[in-house]
C-alpha cells in the first residue's frame, strides 16, 4: 500500500465523511440533531464546560457512525448475500456503539439544555 502525504489522507478523510453523508440515512439525522444542538448551545450561550460536553457527544456519535458504517460495508463486501452469524454479530456490535453513543449525547443533551427549555416554558 502506497504511502499518502498529509494533504491526500485529509482528502481521503473527506471522501470518507461525504460518502457517508450521502449514502446513510443515520448519519444524515445524527448530523441533523448535532446542527441543532449546537444552535442551542448558541442560543442559550451556555459554559465552556457545557460546550466541550456537547462538543465531545457529538464527536463521539458521529464517530461511532462512520466507524460503523465501515464495518457495514466490509462485513457485506466479504459475507455478499449470506449472512453468516459472525457478520452479523459485527454489524450489529457496530450498530450496538452508535446506539450507546447517542443514548450518551441525549443524557448530556437533556442534562445541559432541560433546564434551560423548561425555563423558557414557565
Not at 453523508?21 to 441543532?36: G, P, T
Not at 455478499?80 to 452508535?98: I, M, R, S, Y
Request: hydrophobic share 60%; charged share 15%; net charge positive.
Amino acid at each position: 500500500m502506497k504511502n499518502h502525504n498529509l494533504a491526500e489522507s485529509f482528502k481521503y478523510a473527506l471522501a470518507g465523511i461525504l460518502s457517508t453523508i450521502k449514502k446513510e440515512r443515520n448519519f444524515k439525522i445524527h448530523l441533523c440533531a448535532a446542527i441543532c444542538a449546537l444552535g442551542l448551545s448558541v442560543y442559550f450561550k451556555i459554559s465552556v464546560l457545557e460546550f466541550v460536553c456537547v462538543l465531545i457527544s457529538i464527536t463521539l456519535v458521529l464517530s461511532a457512525e462512520l466507524i460503523n458504517t465501515a464495518i457495514e460495508a466490509v462485513v457485506d463486501m466479504l459475507a455478499g448475500e449470506h449472512l453468516l452469524p459472525l457478520a452479523k454479530a459485527a454489524k450489529d456490535a457496530a450498530a450496538g456503539a452508535v446506539f450507546v453513543t447517542a443514548v450518551n449525547a441525549v443524557a448530556v443533551g437533556a442534562a445541559v439544555f432541560l433546564r434551560r427549555l423548561i425555563g423558557l416554558i414557565r
